[in-house]
């Protein structure tokens, strides 16, 4: 078993030419005992984004707080608190902060995807 | 591909002798064409509680907003706004609101058990 909190987990942070004003942790694990998926908790700042970027592993998301877009099949989608989207395995995609606060969403993989 | 918002989503009431004040909604599962695990999005509210129980598949949570507990292998753990939790497969558990506002969780369960 394992029950954590964020502020007990320290952040990676990325920030290169794919990837801008983004931390990652990475909630519960195989590490933890977590054997089919993996849960990661993703902070993007102002003017941030994820890679554009495709992969053989969909990702299951929730929007913990602030406004954001994923780009998913060509366009890009809307994403407030409370939103949960499904990118599947195999489409390009990218997360990106359209606002001036935090972006902050869950994002749940399959074990035996790169965790972090 | 799925975007959508828990404002979009009819929640399932649920209320026995075994669970108390819950409502769920199924965020992304297997007719969304997720294969490995799946997403639901939980509200307790004011002294509610999901039933004491034990089953074959594991749990990952993380709460959104509320206070909160779990009763895990023995013991009751505290939960706020940003924790997470692994509950293992086979492990007896359960769910509780302890403070006045409604209790959110995330809980991620993998494919094949039922969805909600």
């Not at 694990?29 to 990661?40: I, L, P, Q, V």
């Not at 366009?75 to 195999?90: D, E, I, N």
Request: charged residues 20%.
């Amino acid at each position: 078993m394992k029950v954590t909190h964020i502020k007990d987990i320290l952040p990676v942070s990325m920030d290169n030419d794919q990837v801008k004003n983004v931390n990652g942790r990475l909630l519960v694990g195989k590490e933890d005992g977590a054997t089919n998926f993996c849960m990661r908790y993703f902070e993007i700042e102002k003017q941030g984004h994820t890679p554009m970027h495709t992969h053989d592993w969909e990702h299951e998301i929730f929007v913990h707080s602030g406004t954001g877009e994923v780009f998913i099949e060509g366009k890009w989608h809307p994403l407030t608190q409370g939103s949960a989207a499904l990118v599947p395995s195999g489409v390009e995609h990218q997360f990106r902060n359209i606002s001036d606060e935090v972006f902050i969403f869950l994002c749940m993989i399959p074990s035996g995807a790169p965790e972090l």
